[in-house]
Structures are given as C-alpha cells and as structure tokens.
C-alpha cells in the first residue's frame, strides 16, 4: 500500500515539474521573441522614440489655454 502511495505521488510531483518546465519554456521563448521584434524595430527605425521630439509645438494664447494635438484626448487645455 505504502508503494502505491509513494509512486503515485511521485508521478503526480514528475508532472507537475514537466508543466513548470514547459510553462518556463514558454515563457522564455515569449521573451526572446519579444526582445528582437525590440531590436527589429530599434533598427529599422520605428522602436521607441524621446517623447519630447516628437511632441510638436503648442499653440498658446493670451488667456493661457493651449490647444491639444489633433490624437489628443481633451481638444484645450
């Protein structure tokens, strides 16, 4: 009885530790894919960019509201 016991929970602990190994694969490889597509984009030119750059100017007016770009969420501010 005792063996039965033991190779069952044996099997149970080979299993999960074949899941923990597959999930940290998968993860892995979820990783290394998302880090070229990174250095893909940096390369080409289309990767991350300084925001303050990119921004372009704002239009201010004398009673100090300035005008939101046209992807803006609030048309002044």
Request: proline fraction near 4%; aromatic fraction near 10%; charge should be negative.
């Amino acid at each position: 009885m005792d063996m039965i016991v033991v190779q069952i929970s044996s099997d149970l602990l080979s299993g999960a530790f074949t899941l923990a190994v597959i999930a940290g694969g998968l993860l892995l490889l979820g990783g290394l894919v998302s880090f070229g597509v990174f250095i893909y984009r940096s390369v080409k030119g289309d990767g991350m960019r300084d925001p303050q750059e990119v921004a372009p100017e704002k239009a201010t007016d004398s009673d100090e509201v300035t005008e939101g770009s046209p992807d803006d969420e609030w048309d002044y501010y």
